[in-house]
């Protein structure tokens, strides 16, 4: 006898359907798993089998064989040992056939036949809902996550013997109900707080407008002060993940396996911090079978490079294609698959290898032409794409030792939130453009127009520091986003003045 089960395999940060086909005939003992099964896949016989005798069921001492179809798509991951044993039990007789068809099923099986959790539960309930099914079953511990989708039964269960009862109306379980409303609960304080920081207002102001207008921002400064500090608290003043943006980086974390088991939505932005040796693919995503890199991982957050010229030319380079298009695209033989990586970058610096600048040496023989050499191991069209440079400088003992406290996050975040809903207005009409810093040329051009008088400025600043075009226009995205702090209609000569002052790295390239 045949039976087929629903499941899926996870492609990128999708579910692409998958048929477990169950055959059980005479013959000889024969237990086999075919249609490109990885490893772990391989390895699920041993795990179905106890699962399947130790929860009290019978399994076939006779012909076995088991389909994963297509076969052309490889399979990887424990989450097909649930769909296994139930079609093992359903070839048998032991379960009601006419409620298989109306679900998926996905789950690791412990030996004593308990579902232990997997990673991808939200992209799978999508796949489940565009499949058509009525629902999905899985560890209870994925409920909270799956059931974030609408018009699909989520039933999370505890071991297979629930799953057989469940099946054959001997266990009645209601779908999980999500509480979206946690979606839009107050935010519980953060850990950080832009008031810890004592002085620096140029570079607190320059990070609220990197948060307003979606800019990338890099720093260079002396050790001690206060990049790193200052780059942990930019997730703590960027505007309230709305509930698509949640659902979004929560399908990425999912299968990546960094969501909380029990949890339902991600509502933190990102805050993501790989050290220097980082490897291309563990910056960018990929793999035999592709998985999401840390540019993906923080994908509607923040990636923040440390001592950036310290990490490899390679890993930098890769950096470029996401920074302009906002998604990784990754190409291998068999598949290609796409992973959304749009992200707030932050680079922080130190002026040359000893960590000094030149007018600060403490002593150090230092010259301009170490910082250049220095700052040289960052290409000209990466910086390009940064659009705020910073000078930090080292803080003045006197703020230090003063007692009183600088604004907090909340307060910028509410100029940011209101520059933002601005931009929203503006970009209504607009696909795929949800900020000024993803604007087009073309969009900049007809959304941003100039007075004559910034014009010139920007015209005689472009060719003193020798600017490129590129440069050109992000100086452009930037004043808007001063204006839209400023809730002034049309970028001004002060907005352009202001923007102009953060490409103080052009001079090193």
């Given amino acids: 006898m045949i039976a087929r089960i629903h499941s899926f395999a996870l492609m990128g940060i999708d579910a692409s359907p998958i048929d477990v086909e169950v055959d059980i005939s005479n013959g000889k003992q024969f237990y086999v798993i075919v249609g490109l099964p990885d490893a772990a896949v391989k390895e699920s016989r041993e795990r179905v089998q106890s699962a399947i005798q130790n929860s009290g069921f019978y399994f076939p001492h006779t012909r076995t064989v088991v389909n994963l179809a297509p076969a052309g798509v490889r399979k990887e991951g424990a989450l097909f040992d649930l769909p296994i044993a139930v079609g093992i039990l359903a070839a048998q007789g032991q379960i009601m056939p006419e409620r298989i068809a109306d679900f998926a099923f996905a789950g690791e099986l412990s030996l004593d036949g308990r579902l232990k959790p997997v990673n991808g539960a939200l992209s799978m309930a999508i796949g489940a809902r565009e499949c058509g099914k009525r629902g999905i079953i899985l560890p209870k511990h994925n409920a909270a996550e799956a059931a974030i989708v609408s018009e699909v039964d989520v039933i999370g269960l505890d071991s297979l013997q629930d ?18 409303e946690l979606h839009d609960a107050p935010e519980q304080p953060d850990d950080v707080d832009f008031r810890d920081i004592k002085g620096q207002e140029m570079a607190k102001r320059a990070f609220e407008i990197a948060a307003a207008g979606g800019h990338n921002l890099v720093m260079i400064g002396p050790p001690g002060a206060g990049k790193t500090m200052i780059a942990r608290r930019l997730s703590t003043i960027l505007p309230t993940m709305t509930l698509e943006e949640s659902i979004e980086t929560t399908k990425i974390h999912s299968i990546a396996g960094l969501t909380n088991n029990g949890a339902s939505l991600i509502t933190r932005r990102p805050f993501r911090s790989p050290h220097h040796t980082v490897s291309n693919i563990a910056l960018i995503g990929g793999g035999s079978i592709p998985k999401p890199g840390e540019v993906s991982l923080a994908h509607h957050g923040v ?10 030319r390679p890993a930098l380079e890769v950096l470029r294609q996401p920074l302009e298009d906002g998604v990784v695209h990754i190409a291998r033989a068999s598949m290609s698959v796409e992973f959304p990586a749009r992200f707030i970058l932050v ?7 000893s960590g000094y600048a030149p007018d600060d040496a403490g002593g150090r023989p230092v010259s301009p032409a170490d910082t250049r050499k220095y700052l040289s191991r960052i290409s000209g069209p990466l910086l390009d794409r940064i659009d705020i440079h910073l000078d930090v400088p080292k803080v003045d003992v006197k703020e230090l030792s003063r007692g009183a406290e600088g604004e907090s996050s909340a307060s910028i975040r509410e100029r940011v939130n209101a520059a933002r809903k601005i931009q929203t207005r503006r970009f209504k009409n607009v696909k795929g453009v949800h900020c000024n ?6 969009q900049i051009k007809r959304l941003c127009p100039l007075d004559e008088d910034s014009r010139r400025t920007l015209e005689n600043a472009m060719e003193k520091r020798g600017l490129s075009a590129r440069a050109f226009d992000r100086i452009i995205k930037v004043a808007r986003t001063i204006a839209d702090l400023d ?20 001079k090193y390239v």
Avoid at 163 to 180: A, H, I, K, S, T
Avoid at 347 to 353: D, E, I
């Fill in 163 to 180: 799953v057989l009862n469940f099946l054959n109306g001997r266990l009645d379980e209601e779908p999980f109900q999500p509480n979206l």
């Fill in 347 to 353: 680079g922080a610096m130190n002026p040359t290898q």
């Fill in 487 to 506: 809730a002034a209609e049309n970028i001004q000569l002060p907005h352009i003045a202001e923007a102009i002052n953060y490409r103080s790295l052009d």
């Fill in 437 to 442: 810093a993803s604007m087009s040329p073309k």
């Fill in 303 to 312: 990636l923040f490079l440390d001592e950036m010229p310290e990490f490899s």
